[in-house]
C-alpha cells in the first residue's frame, strides 16, 4: 500500500462547476500537507499548505485536512480552463527531510 | 511565492557524454534542495536530497556515482549525470526548500533531458 493514494483521473468538468480533489493517507505522523499544480512540461506550482486539520482558504481554492480519517482535499469553485493541469497532493512529517507525493490527478476544465 | 531556476531547460547530447544542470533558488536561501525525476504522465520519483554543505542522501536504486548532486552553496545546487545513456531520457526537476520551512517547497521549471 502506498503511503499517499490519489486517483490519476482523467477528471473532465465544464467551466464554472466545483471540483474535488482527493488524497488519502496511511501514515498517521504526516502534519504538513500541501497542494501544487503543474502544467504540462512545467515543475510544480505551489498552491496551499495547510498544517494539522482544518480548513484553508485562498481565492478560488479551498485545502480541507480531515485527520482523524486521513484525508485531505482541494476544492476549486468556479473553475476555469486556464485551471486544467495535474495536482499534486504532498505531505510530510514535522521534522521529514522530505515531501511524499501523491500520483496527481489529471484535470481537464471545458470551456 | 519564492522563484526556483534551472538551467538549460532543454538539453540533448550524445550516450557517453555528460550533462550538468543548475538549480538556482532567486530570492531566498536554501539549506535543502531536492532533485526529481518524472516520467510523462507520472508523478514525481525523488532521486536524491542534497544540504548545503553535505553530501547527498540518495534514494534507494539511484547510483550516486551516475548522478552527482553539489550543493556548494544556499542557492545554488548542481546535478550532473556521468556517462549518460538513451534510458537517462527524462524530465528533472529540483525543488528549493524556504530554510526552517518544510511545508514550504519551490519547483524549478524542469530540464528535459534527451540522449541520443
Known amino acids: 500500500q502506498k503511503e499517499v493514494e490519489q486517483d490519476p483521473g482523467p477528471l473532465s468538468v465544464p467551466e464554472g462547476a466545483i471540483v474535488s480533489l482527493n488524497c488519502t493517507y496511511s501514515?498517521?505522523?504526516?502534519?504538513?500537507f500541501m497542494w501544487y499544480r503543474q502544467y504540462s512540461r512545467k515543475g510544480p506550482e505551489l498552491l496551499m499548505y495547510t498544517y494539522s486539520s482544518g480548513n484553508k482558504e485562498d481565492g478560488r481554492f479551498t485545502a480541507q485536512v480531515d485527520k482523524s480519517s486521513k484525508y485531505i482535499s482541494l476544492f476549486i469553485r468556479d473553475s476555469q480552463p486556464s485551471d486544467s493541469a495535474t495536482y499534486l497532493c504532498?505531505?510530510?512529517?514535522?521534522?521529514?527531510?522530505?515531501?511524499?507525493f501523491g500520483q496527481g490527478t489529471r484535470l481537464t476544465i471545458n470551456p | 511565492g519564492a522563484v526556483v531556476s534551472q538551467h538549460p531547460s532543454r538539453v540533448i547530447c550524445k550516450s557517453g557524454t555528460s550533462v550538468k544542470i543548475e538549480c538556482r533558488s532567486l530570492?531566498?536561501?536554501?539549506?535543502?534542495m531536492f532533485w526529481y525525476r518524472q516520467f510523462p504522465k507520472q508523478s514525481l520519483m525523488l532521486m536524491a536530497t542534497?544540504?548545503?554543505?553535505?553530501?547527498?542522501?540518495?534514494e534507494q536504486g539511484v547510483e550516486k556515482d551516475k548522478f552527482l548532486i553539489n550543493h556548494a552553496s544556499l542557492t545554488l545546487s548542481t546535478l550532473t549525470v556521468t556517462s549518460a545513456h538513451p534510458e537517462d531520457s527524462s524530465f528533472y526537476i529540483c525543488s528549493a526548500r524556504v530554510s526552517g520551512k518544510i511545508y514550504e517547497q519551490y519547483f524549478g521549471p524542469g530540464t528535459r533531458l534527451t540522449v541520443t
Open positions: 542534497s544540504n548545503e554543505g553535505s553530501k547527498a542522501t540518495y
Open positions: 504532498a505531505m510530510s512529517g514535522l521534522e521529514a527531510q522530505k515531501l511524499v
Open positions: 530570492d531566498f536561501q536554501a539549506t535543502t
Open positions: 501514515n498517521s505522523a504526516f502534519q504538513y
